[in-house]
């Protein structure tokens, strides 16, 4: 019989921050420009350089701190990192080992499975709240870095380019507890702390670009153990697919050589996600022994609670109390919030669209379902959206006062999402305004009515649903410029 | 008297990326043993419940504003690079 | 009175005067360099043309009273570990023998703004690693008092230029006693201020939390005028610290010690020490010390005695173990600071090394010096897994005792008195062969470096072969004005001395 086995994942998560400047330096963080065009002589390691802390840095890793329920460490330090690489210019990484920036916090997930009786290791149960289950993961701790530079594989030549463009982004890392079970935990909380940051707008948090990394940690043990397993770290991890994909091959990986009596090894490996494989990363040039020590160029940042306060009377409403308040002031189905809510954009779109005078749920209409169906065509995500909020309640109002149809109002809407149009001016400009003249409705009924003398004898006959037919061909004749009602009114009449 | 074996200078050297030939090892094992015997002296004093002091002053809180100073300086950047192509520094093949 | 005569101070007022044009003192400066360089090597690099540009513009300034300040159209030196804007900058290392930063140090930037004439980048050991000046890559540079010694280090260059009359001042870098320990080998004056004083912006790390820019001059008043053009808070540098702003009782300034705020160093230039508090600690004064250095300083200590100073001899403790916790935090800081000369972005790179880790470890074992190395080598190790506690915590922990042990010193000294060195300059050639007596010679020197303190070395006489002697004067932190009272009412002690004694001769 075989045995069954326990999943124990870990998560180190990079975020770049969302400061107009590098950490150290006053370089442009800007992404995409011509490469070593975003540097300077600080971001490069040039000799006699030195480091001075960008003060953003600090402010958004203390709100994301406090976003996750950290304590935050009142003097934190900066110590070296140091291991050669290219793409790190000095050749240490300016981060944090000793005293990181917050300590100890937690978010919490929702979960498929019963957690009533898993632990997580800061000693908290999950909770059952309604039909959903809540976990919570708990936070090691956050500390801010400097991102590298980029290397670029020159195959023809055999050598690899280096663009320092990234070099000293800033970075959190955020390291969780090893409180997740599966590849559906771990994908919840990195939503989860997507979410949470891009409300702070602390980084966009995009995984393609890497402005949001993760590196997830993987042990498997017998169900029931007491211990941890031997764990590995699993880097390249773009999307959450990678790290689904990772976490199911590392897992059967390691199942498999306990199953065949071999030991694990402490190492980082590398996900090819073509290869559905993972890779050793080690190398006997590659001694994993980093020498941190405090960097003697920066000073130790103290953070007062005074700081502590301002940073918390700034920190905007998160997810979750936006959630209440929705549920409680506009009426809408929780399902409506949860989805509105997934994006900061997408929820104060909404907002402001209802505070423009249109109805919540029609808000919500529009949102849920064309503006979903469209990104979903495009591949986008809700932070796609371009169109503005005016136009949007210019768009409801029109069909609130049947100046346009329905169908009219979503073939407007398709090229609203497109190019911003106002939709008042483009009904108008492209002769898609409602027919309201009775006289010009009225013979085009009759014409409809006179060439469909089968409709209308079914009709007669008492096939009710036969009127329906003979709207479509209305409205068809009418180019969708009709009112629906209206013209089933006539036709009752007519008939 | 320490004895530095070589499995140590080994590792320094692949630690500090410095090559050294077989005399240079010998050497580096010598002169080491010699300064940390030397260094070993600290441990007459007590230190017992004394803070590691980095900073002699106690400074802190030094930052600057984010704002954007720095321009296009990849001209100056690349100026003193070894091996350049395509405005990016050039090194042997990193891990694929 | 010749040219070359003058400190940089007479020779600034005579040219802001009209009385000299700054090309008659380049010319002058340059005829000592063409007579004296080839003997002695001072520099790495000569910036002949660019200091002849440099002339005509600082003369065009002060013609128009722009230039109004006590250095204009003064040529200086600058070690060879400052960067200096399209001027080769090689710390007298191979791997940076062709680097040509793009930017410059924030002293070198204010040493221009002030109107000085920088005409070359002085030898050093490499990267400031060594006490003789032997270890550069470029060769050694000799004592102009007697081409068989070295003029000491690391900044021997620059002593070695302004004791030549190579140049009026120079700057030095002092990690554990590198602008003094010169100065006193040459004869000339030299101070390392209080950690944070002057921007480390730009001069090439060696070990970041001893680091400090020094002059080296002709003499107090010059020495106190340069310090003060170069003092001052800087925004690239988060270690340096606002002097003007600070507040005794905070900031690491001790309470009821007014005399420290301000950068304007030039006026604690008074002949008066009467009452000031000078402690010689018994430890500075025991084995090792050469007897005629000794005497020299005593003889030193009594002149400020007769001037109205209190001087006594005290128990300092602990002075054995600065040397051992300095090694040990200067390698561990250097072993990180030289991480990244690599080959890739500048300075030498080693052809045909094959893969990455090759090319790096072949580049590095190449590009620098024998001491570079084992410093490195020290450095990692004390760093590396299972030892970080034991050595480099251990050192820092050492640090705060030797800080508390200074701490109380001066709670009953203003001004702590001493040699710079234990002998005088060493023959060329012998010291680099047992490393350790070489470090050990560091022992006078530093413990300013590892407490932040501040420390003058002045001449105080000539052992028989006609080499210079120092006398050391150590300040608390931020406590330079004191120090610079002390060390200018001594030299003008002897100055009147000398001029009596010729009086009567």
């Known amino acids: 019989m075989t045995k069954e086995y326990e999943i124990v994942i870990g998560l180190e998560v990079h975020v770049e921050l969302a400061t107009k400047t590098k950490i150290f330096c006053g370089c442009s963080t800007a992404f995409g420009g011509a490469p070593n065009t975003h540097t300077c002589p600080v971001c490069t390691g040039m000799p006699g350089t030195l480091p001075v802390l960008n003060r953003q840095v600090v402010e958004y890793a203390i709100a994301v701190g406090l976003a996750t329920n950290c304590s935050i460490t009142q003097y934190c330090k900066f110590d070296r990192k140091n291991y050669f690489y290219p793409d790190n210019p000095q050749n240490y990484q300016i981060s944090q080992l000793y005293l990181p920036v917050c300590r100890n916090g937690y978010v919490e997930i929702e979960t498929a499975e019963d957690n009533m009786t898993k632990e997580c290791s800061n000693g908290l149960y999950g909770v059952q709240e309604g039909e959903r289950n809540r976990k919570r993961i708990g936070i090691h701790e956050i500390h801010m870095e400097e991102d590298a530079g980029k290397l670029i594989h020159d195959e023809t030549e055999g050598s690899s380019l280096v663009d320092y463009n990234r070099s000293g982004v800033p970075l959190i890392e955020i390291v969780s507890e090893p409180d997740m079970r599966s590849a559906d935990e771990v994908i919840a909380y990195l939503e989860k702390l997507r979410t949470t940051i891009q409300y702070l707008g602390a980084s966009d948090c995009k995984l393609q670009e890497g402005s949001m990394r993760a590196d997830v940690n993987i042990s498997v043990r017998e169900k029931g153990a007491a211990g941890l397993g031997t764990r590995t770290e699993m880097k390249n991890l773009n999307s959450f697919h990678a790290i689904r994909h990772a976490i199911e091959g590392e897992s059967a990986r390691q199942i498999g050589l306990i199953e065949s009596g071999e030991k694990i090894v402490q190492e980082t490996r590398r996900w090819d996600e073509q290869k559905g494989m993972s890779y050793t990363m080690r190398s006997k040039e590659d001694a994993q022994d980093y020498r941190y020590f405090p960097d003697p160029d920066l000073v130790p940042v103290h953070i007062s609670e005074e700081w502590i306060g301002q940073i918390r009377a700034k920190q905007p409403e998160l997810r979750e109390a936006k959630m209440a308040r929705y549920k409680e002031t506009f009426g809408i189905p929780d399902y409506d919030i949860r989805i509105i809510t997934d994006s900061k954009h997408m929820a104060d779109l909404f907002e402001t669209t209802v505070a423009l005078g249109a109805q919540p749920k029609k808000v919500s209409n529009w949102l849920m379902g064309e503006a979903l169906r469209i990104l979903k065509e495009r591949e986008e995500d809700a932070e796609a959206i371009r169109f503005s909020p005016a136009h949007l309640a210019t768009l409801i109002a029109l069909v609130d006062q049947k100046a346009i149809t329905t169908t009219v109002a979503k073939e407007i809407f398709e090229v609203m999402f497109t190019e911003d149009i106002d939709p008042s001016v483009y009904a108008e400009e492209k002769g898609l305004k409602t027919v309201h003249d009775e006289s010009a409705l009225r013979r085009t009924v009759e014409q409809v009515i006179a060439d469909n003398p089968q409709s209308v004898a079914d009709y007669r006959g008492g096939k009710e649903k036969a009127i329906g037919y003979l709207v479509g061909q209305t409205m068809k004749a009418m180019k969708g410029k009709a009112d629906p009602e209206s013209v089933k009114r006539l036709l009752v009449e007519l008939l | 008297m320490k004895v530095i074996d070589d499995a140590v200078i080994e590792n320094v050297s692949i630690l500090a990326k410095l090559e050294l030939s077989e005399d240079e090892k010998v050497q580096a094992k010598l002169d080491m043993e010699k300064m940390l015997e030397y260094i070993d002296q600290l441990d007459e004093l007590d230190t017992e419940g004394i803070e590691p002091v980095i900073h002699i002053f106690p400074m802190e809180n030094v930052f600057r504003e984010d704002v954007v100073t720095n321009g296009d300086m990849r001209e100056m950047i690349l100026a003193n690079a070894p091996e350049e192509k395509s405005g990016m520094f050039v090194v042997p093949q990193t891990f694929a | ?505």
Request: with cysteine; proline share 4%.
């Open chain 3, 1 to 505: 009175m010749k040219i070359l005569d003058h400190t940089a101070v007479e020779l600034s007022e005579r040219i802001r005067q009209g009385e000299i044009k700054v090309a008659e003192a380049l010319e002058a400066v340059f005829a000592q360099i063409d007579a004296r360089e080839k003997e002695l090597h001072c520099y790495v690099t000569l910036m002949r043309e660019n200091a002849w540009e440099q002339a005509d513009l600082i003369q065009a300034g002060i013609d128009a009273g722009n230039l109004t300040g006590p250095l204009a159209g003064v040529p200086v030196a600058v070690k060879d570990n400052m960067c200096t804007e399209g001027i080769r900058t090689t710390c007298s290392s191979k791997i940076l023998e062709h680097f040509v930063p793009g930017y410059s140090a924030t002293a070198v930037e204010k040493l221009r703004a002030a109107g000085a004439v920088i005409i070359g980048k002085t030898n050093m050991d490499e990267f400031a690693m060594g006490s003789t000046t032997e270890t550069s890559y470029f060769g050694v540079t000799k004592n102009p008092h007697h081409t068989g010694y070295v003029p000491g280090g690391s900044s021997g260059g620059s002593a070695a230029a302004v004791a030549a009359k190579e140049c009026f001042a120079a700057l030095g870098s002092d990690t554990g006693g590198s602008v003094r320990q010169p100065a006193s080998h040459c004869g000339v004056v030299g101070m390392k201020p209080t950690y944070g004083t002057v921007s480390r912006y730009g001069l090439i790390a060696y070990g970041s939390s001893l680091d400090q820019i020094g002059p080296l001059a002709k003499d107090v008043r010059d020495c106190a005028t340069i310090l003060e053009i170069l003092a001052g808070r800087d925004d690239k540098d988060s270690t340096s610290v606002d002097r003007e702003q600070m507040i005794p009782g905070k900031d690491g300034v001790k309470s009821g010690e007014a005399l420290c705020a301000g950068n304007d160093f030039t006026k604690a230039l008074q002949e008066d020490v009467q009452g000031m508090r000078i402690g010689i600690p018994r430890d500075y004064l025991k084995d090792g010390l050469d007897p005629e250095v000794r005497t020299a300083v005593l003889t030193a200590a009594e002149v400020l005695g007769q001037k109205g100073a209190f001087v006594e001899e005290f128990d300092l403790g602990l002075v054995k173990y600065a040397i051992p916790a300095y090694y040990t935090i200067a390698s561990a800081e250097a072993s990180s600071n030289l991480e990244r000369f690599d080959g890739i972005k500048y300075g030498y790179r080693a052809a045909e090394a094959g893969d990455l880790h090759a090319m790096y470890k072949k580049t590095r074992a190449q590009g620098f010096g024998v001491e570079v190395k084992r410093r490195i080598l020290l450095g990692s190790f004390v760093l590396s897994s299972g030892y970080y506690d034991a050595y480099y915590l251990k050192a820092l922990r050492v640090k705060a005792l030797i800080k508390k042990v200074f701490d109380e010193a001066f709670a009953k000294y203003d001004v702590i008195l001493g040699p710079v060195a234990p002998t005088t300059a060493p023959k060329l050639g012998e010291s680099l062969s047992d490393p350790l007596k070489m470090y050990l010679s560091d022992i006078y020197t530093i413990s300013a470096n590892l407490t932040g303190m501040p420390g003058i070395s002045v001449p105080c006489g000539e052992d028989k072969a006609g080499l210079p002697i120092g006398l050391q004067l150590i300040g608390d932190c931020f406590q330079e004005k004191k120090i610079l009272r002390a060390a200018y009412t001594y030299e003008q002690a002897i100055k009147a001395d000398a001029g009596s004694q010729n009086g009567r001769g």
